[in-house]
């Protein structure tokens, strides 16, 4: 069975970081594509980072230069890593893995920017 979960989420007050993991169980992500997504209330879910097998990394444009997305495939975990936190960054973070039309993911874990 394949479980991505996720963790890391938290308050914090804006200007403030905060690293969130996604661990994965039941598959090997050395060969996925490993994103993070995010949705708040009432807003589509958006792709926030994503990172290729081949460790490529792409970012949504406002979070260029503010989130890190980085894998360890010895851990089989990948992370966020989120610095100058908005308020506008709040929402639910959840971790995809994609491979082949393979697509899992994870139960998310809510992040809150509010002073």
């Known amino acids: 069975q394949v479980r991505l979960v996720e963790s890391g989420g938290g308050l914090v007050q804006p200007g403030g970081s905060l690293r969130l993991s996604c661990v994965a169980s039941?598959?090997?992500?050395?060969?996925?594509?490993m994103s993070w997504f995010r949705q708040a209330p009432g807003n589509e879910r958006e792709l926030v980072a994503l990172t290729t097998a081949g460790g490529i990394a792409n970012y949504l444009d406002s979070v260029q230069g503010r989130f890190t997305i980085s894998r360890d495939n010895a851990k089989n975990t990948v992370y966020l890593q989120m610095n100058n936190l908005k308020p506008e960054d709040t929402a639910v973070y959840y971790c995809?893995?994609?491979?082949?039309?393979?697509?899992?993911r994870g139960q998310g874990t809510q992040v809150t920017v509010s002073s």
């Open positions: 995809d893995a994609e491979w082949n039309r393979n697509i899992y």
């Open positions: 039941g598959i090997r992500i050395n060969i996925f594509t």
